[in-house]
């Protein structure tokens, strides 16, 4: 019977050095507690002013939200705010974005509008500290260049921001370059993972076992319900961010649960 209480002990202990979160970045954390931040900028459903455009990112800023966005790089290095690899979706080209140099991507349009997609310097020029990043590092081919191309962007900038990843070798690169700068996992359900990922990758991502190498402070997690091991994360102390939350949501509930509500297609109070 010791023997047994011993292993499941160790077992325990094992999971929880696996999944425990950062700690610190205490300033931040209370800047960002309980704050709706607009999902892509403060976009429209009607596409009239498109996701991560100068316009979304402005109607966000002017309204007092905070902001989430997505980087990546451009084919010559250049640092842009995209969400999906490819153009087809939102710009209605069949390609990578990291196919074009930043020069052949100022010719595409967003979501049939004028917008184009902006540097991340232009977003941070635009914002100038008026309110809170939550800055997204997509995972591509060149993750180390994107993000060390990004950091003094970052250093330099004056208000105040996060960064998160779905892929845990970002987070870990933060973690060992700019430690003192807030980073979060992204995950969703093992369900939703399994579909782009193999079956033990999504295990793995959707209950953030690889916390050990990146210490997040935060997870933002996709809304539905959390397994296990991402409760016992947050119950260890990571702050609880989730995306997206739309008006069919149980909004009552997320406000009740989470601390960062990032949100789309309404709008909320600035602060919860």
Partial sequence: MWIALLVILIIAALICFLIAPGRGCGKTRQDFYHLNLAHRGLHTKDKKVPENSLAAFGRAADAG?????DLQLSKDGKVVVFHDDTLNRVCGIDGRVDAYTYEELCNFRLCGTEERIPLFSEVLELVDGRVPLLVEFKNGPRNDLLCSLTLPMLRAYKGIFCIESFSPLIVRWFRKNAP???????????????????????????????????????????????????????????????WTVRPYCDIEYLKKTRDILIFELYEPEIRY
């Fill in 65 to 69: 939200y905070g902001i989430e966005l």
């Fill in 180 to 242: 003192d700068i807030m980073r979060g996992q992204l995950a969703s359900s093992f369900s939703e993972m399994k579909k782009e990922l193999p079956g033990w990758q999504a295990f793995v991502l959707s209950n953030c076992l690889l916390n050990f190498l990146a210490r997040p402070h935060f997870i933002a997690y996709y809304v539905e319900k959390h397994s296990l091991l991402v409760k016992l994360c947050e119950a260890l102390g990571a702050m609880r961010a989730v």
